[in-house]
């Protein structure tokens, strides 16, 4: 059974920082392109960052460039989401997806979300 459990979400203020998590298991960790995604209210769910199977590269929408990071651990199967300098508008429901590819089809999982606030 493929799980993807996100942690580390929560109420932060303004310019704050979190660090989220993402635990994978049920699949070869190594082998799947990682992303995360958010949603806010009454939105769509919007591309946030991306990670290469071997994280040699990585891809960020431009509302995350230069305050987010995301980064892997291949060895506990764990994608991170660095997110520095918070705004308001970064409010959201945070989902990380896996893209599996174990042979030639890619298969997409994702996580059951975790919520972050930022507020005063």
């Known amino acids: 059974q493929v799980q993807l459990v996100e942690s580390g979400g929560g109420l932060v203020q303004p310019g704050g920082s979190l660090r989220l998590s993402c635990a994978v298991s049920g699949i070869t960790f190594s082998r799947a392109a990682m992303s995360w995604y958010r949603q806010a209210p009454g939105k769509s769910r919007e591309f946030v960052a991306g990670?290469?199977?071997?994280?040699?590269?990585?891809n960020y929408a431009d509302s995350a460039k230069g305050r987010f990071t995301v980064s892997r651990d291949n060895v506990k199967n764990t994608v991170y989401l660095q997110m520095n300098n918070l705004k308001p508008e970064d409010t959201a429901v945070y989902y990380c997806?896996?893209?599996?590819?174990?042979?030639?089809?890619?298969?997409?999982?994702w996580g059951q979300g975790t919520q972050v606030t930022v507020s005063s």
């Open positions: 997806k896996a893209v599996y590819t174990p042979w030639v089809k890619g298969y997409d999982y």
């Open positions: 990670i290469t199977s071997a994280g040699g590269s990585t």
